[in-house]
């Protein structure tokens, strides 16, 4: 059985990846580009046009697939952080900054984003946030004897 970070954390990749889905799916030009760049680097000539103009529509449709599937994943494994979890801001905090850093890295790696120097301020006081909640130990309150009426 995995524990609730595992699931936290894969909540917020997945919530990451359905993100990227969205943008490639209602992007206007963001899979023909890639689509383009791919066949001009595999048939090693320029303008792959041609394969491109009717492919980039069942890709389009096939990352709006993957949205949903993502986000009904999504769902499913925040879920179960949230019940595997001591504490549901445990499971928030951790499938928020996993979102952040995936959505970063994932920016980076399919669309070449560059973040500033704000940015990574912003996910190091999250993280170090996230370390803090992380490195508490849970309270238990002890409980009262239930008290019957008269």
């Given amino acids: 059985m995995f524990s ?15 993100s990227l889905s969205a943008k490639l799916s209602l992007g206007a030009s963001y899979l023909r580009e890639m689509c383009e760049t791919r066949l001009s680097d595999w048939n090693q000539t320029p303008g792959g046009s041609a394969a491109c103009d009717w ?17 009904a994943v999504m769902w499913t494994t925040f879920s179960k952080a949230l019940r595997h979890s001591t504490s549901t801001a445990r499971a928030t905090v951790t499938t ?23 940015w990574w301020a912003g996910i190091s006081l999250t993280l170090c946030g996230l370390l803090m909640l992380h490195g508490s130990a849970p309270q238990t309150h002890p409980q009262e004897p239930d008290k019957k009426d008269k």
């Fill in 4 to 18: 609730g970070s595992f699931y936290a954390l894969l909540a917020g990749f997945l919530a990451a990846t359905a």
């Fill in 55 to 71: 492919l980039h529509t069942p890709l389009r449709l096939l990352c709006g697939g993957l949205l949903f599937a993502c986000n």
């Fill in 96 to 118: 928020t900054a996993s979102n952040f850093i995936s959505s970063g890295l994932l920016g980076r790696l399919f669309f070449g984003e560059s973040h500033a120097t704000l």
